[in-house]
């Protein structure tokens, strides 16, 4: 390597740098950035600064294997180096596809708050040779800036690189995009460490993502407008459809569902455990309610040490032995490790309790920003790897950032085989409903996104005879149903049988397909009215909406025992066509019992009502006793309130 430093007369290799400095040079050159960037400490002061939530200064930074070295878990689990500088710098999110490939986000942009291109990229790192470790990486695409979300599904990588959430395509199969399409515009920067971020497929088919409380957004898309800032918010991936799924905490990082279908978020500074329902309000770090708002609080009594988190996973795979398995693991940033939670069922929502550390690093520097189980059953953990922790450092010092480490690594018990090779896309439909059987959620998540995108209608019966299956193991019948729930509208005998289910979580499941088939149909219709907004798949193709009698059957289950049901029919009751929802939703208050969720669930889905339709309720709840009907009674003040404030 004989290319010359800028302003010098010597070549590199005579300055002294040595093996390790030309890989890290060479690093550099190769992402054309000016060799008179900072890409790390520039002066002795940014070391000894002790950063924010830190008790000491950082010290040095560790190399990957003394990092490795240094780090604690339990007995009979070793942690390894899976990718590391320079192959792997600045990462900030990941995800698998369907041949157990790693695809990250690298931001060396970061903190910048001006949109517009930018040095940023993403990477597709591969172990070519099944020895645990990646020896191949291929840039996929550049020039973003601080792309904060990235998944993989329906023809494309959809990334979210503010205030864009991109969908990027490589149409000439060469490992590159050559295509990308704005998908939905508008996601804020005014704080860069809450970017839309943690791109991740629901069991109901949708793509989730999350924004933080100090980035203002505002989306315009499809006739609609929604400003925002703390949210969780989904992606229709045929039609493109933008939704608010719901609002508030503060810095969320991370979305994670468990068996049952039901969507958890690690916070900052706040609580650290949520559980999210659609339109539920929620506690908020800071900012304003909108009107009338009676917000829900987190399922924690408890705390773990310090107050910075970033990722969460429910972990559900047999490398482990049964006691970490079907556990909730968070990175801890300013606690240097992996918490753990586990989570109990309370009414129709949970409540967390805390478990002993998983992992802790003992060295300030890392930054455990993803965890992800991969197609070896493995826990594989994201390490940004910096001495900032937070944005008022980088804010700070941003010369001060360490822009050339990142580190990701795998937690292994003992010695579990490594995964042999595989491609899920060029599996029959056959074989991957038999992968919605494995005891690794990896590759029942990855079968069932497949089976979605395909809608084959071959497929259809036999995941409907899973899921109908009372001797099938009751994981893989509900991944069976939501395979079947992205494809679009359920066959209408197949739904009847799920709203008339024994178990209440397969009711509740059908209760809300119905809702959302509703409002995927309305939304559907009106583009097909008007101009679709753009791209190949936002045509909405296989979208039908949900017929009046099958509607009419949903609103009667406002009476179902169940809390679970009673929550999906309280979200579903004003999406139902040709129902009214002023009953439904009173009739699910009034009988829902102690529930801590649902009567807030009904309250958010009914006071926008009664701006205009105040009286009708008034009259519809005359019938009911106050006395007995507690949940009618507390409920009452805020209603006239409601009332006594409409705009006319």
């Given amino acids: 390597m004989t290319r010359q430093l800028e302003g010098s007369s010597q070549p590199v290799a005579a300055l002294g740098f040595g093996a390790a400095g030309l890989v890290l040079l060479a690093a550099i050159l190769a992402l054309d950035m000016p060799l008179g960037m900072p890409l790390g400490p520039v002066s002795g002061r940014a070391q000894e600064v002790i950063p924010r939530n830190q008790d000491r200064p950082p010290g040095p930074p560790l190399s990957p294997e003394e990092a490795v070295k240094k780090m604690t878990v339990p007995e009979g689990f070793s942690v390894e180096i899976v990718a590391a500088e320079p192959d792997l710098m600045n990462p900030v999110a990941m995800t698998f596809d369907e041949r157990g490939r790693i695809w990250v986000t690298e931001s060396f942009e970061y903190p910048r708050r001006e949109p517009g291109p930018g040095r940023d990229r993403v990477k597709v790192l591969e172990d070519t040779d099944g020895d645990g470790r990646v020896d191949k990486t291929t840039v996929f695409a550049e020039g973003l800036n601080i792309p904060s979300g990235i998944a993989v599904g329906y023809g494309g990588v959809w990334v979210a ?203 300030a520097w890392f930054m455990p920003v993803v965890q992800k189980t991969g197609p070896d059953g493995c826990l594989y953990i994201l390490d940004w790897y910096d001495r900032y922790h937070c944005y008022q450092d980088a804010n700070r010092d941003p010369q001060g950032i360490d822009r050339l480490k990142g580190r990701l690594y795998r937690v292994r018990y003992e010695n579990s085989p490594r995964a042999p090779k595989f491609d899920l896309a060029s599996e029959s439909d056959e074989q991957l409903i038999a992968r919605l059987r494995s005891p690794n959620v990896f590759y029942r998540d990855l079968a069932q996104r497949l089976l979605a995108e395909r809608a084959s209608v071959g497929a259809m019966p036999k995941l409907e005879a899973l899921a109908l299956d009372a001797q099938a193991d009751r994981k893989h019948r509900l991944h069976a149903l939501w395979a079947l729930a992205g494809t679009g509208a359920l066959r209408r005998e197949f739904h009847t049988q799920l709203l008339d289910h024994k178990d209440p979580s397969f009711r509740a499941w059908g209760v809300r397909l119905a809702g959302n088939q509703a409002a995927a149909g309305q939304a559907a219709a009106g583009q097909a009215a008007g101009k679709a907004s753009g791209g190949d798949a936002a045509g909405g193709a296989g979208v039908v909406g949900l017929d009046a009698e099958l509607a009419r059957r949903v609103a009667k289950m406002a009476a179902d025992n169940a809390p679970d049901v009673k929550l999906q029919v309280a979200i579903a009751a004003r999406k139902l066509p040709g129902v009214d929802p002023l009953p439904v939703l009173l009739e699910t208050l009034v009988t829902c019992g102690d529930d801590r969720l649902v009567p807030h669930i009904v309250w958010q889905n009914l006071h926008p009502l009664l701006e205009t339709r105040g009286p009708e309720f008034l009259r519809l709840a005359k019938q009911y006793d106050l006395k007995a009907s507690p949940n009618l009674a507390k409920l009452m003040p805020r209603v006239t309130e409601r009332i006594l404030a409409k705009r006319k």
Avoid at 276 to 300: A, C, M, N
Avoid at 323 to 337: P, T
Wanted: aromatic share 14%; charged share 20%.
């Fill in 161 to 363: 690189n503010a205030p864009d959430l991109l969908f990027m395509q490589d149409t000439d199969h060469d490992g590159k995009a050559d295509k990308s399409t704005v998908v939905v515009t508008g996601f804020g920067r005014t704080d860069t460490h809450e970017l839309p971020n943690s791109l991740t497929w629901g069991p109901d088919g949708y793509l989730y993502g999350l924004n933080g409380v100090f980035n203002h957004s505002k989306v315009t898309h499809q006739g609609k407008t929604h400003e925002f800032t703390c949210a969780l918010f989904r992606i229709h991936p045929r039609t493109w459809t933008f939704e608010l799924f719901a609002e508030g905490t503060s810095n969320p990082w991370g979305i994670a569902w468990d068996p049952e279908g039901s969507a958890f978020i690690s916070a900052c500074v706040i609580d650290h455990l949520w559980h999210l329902t659609e339109s539920g309000y929620y506690h908020r770090q800071g900012g304003p309610y909108p009107p009338f708002t009676w917000k829900i609080d987190s399922i924690v009594s408890h705390k773990h040490q310090k107050a910075a988190y970033c990722g969460i996973h429910y972990f559900d795979s047999d490398a482990y032995p049964a006691a970490y398995r079907d556990k909730l693991f968070m990175g801890n940033i300013h606690g240097g490790c992996i918490n753990v939670d586990s989570i109990r069922r309370d009414g129709s929502t949970y409540r967390g309790e805390g478990h002993p550390d998983f992992l802790t690093a003992n060295d």
